[in-house]
């Protein structure tokens, strides 16, 4: 399937064809990670629930910055 890359306000983007955002159960405001590789880019639909678990572990790790080092040495 091709898609074309359009100007949108200052920046480039992509229009995803209805169907295809259906097929995956995406709409408006969901976010996709972008990767890159040697043979091209891909998207792929992001984790929110493992993006929450990520930020939780962050401010604990935050938290509990020295102990934490403590216990690493």
């Known amino acids: ?5 359009r100007k949108i306000g200052n920046s480039e983007g992509v229009i995803l064809p209805r169907e ?12 996709l990670v972008l990767h890159e590789n040697d043979q091209g ?14 930020e939780a572990a962050q401010e604990i790790m ?6 934490l080092q403590k216990l690493a040495e």
């Open 1 to 5: 399937m091709n898609v074309t890359i």
């Open 20 to 31: 295809v955002l259906e097929r995956h159960n995406l709409k408006s405001g969901d976010q």
């Open 41 to 54: 880019i891909s998207l792929t639909a992001a984790d929110q629930h493992f993006d929450r678990q990520l």
């Open 62 to 67: 935050d938290q509990y910055k020295v102990a």
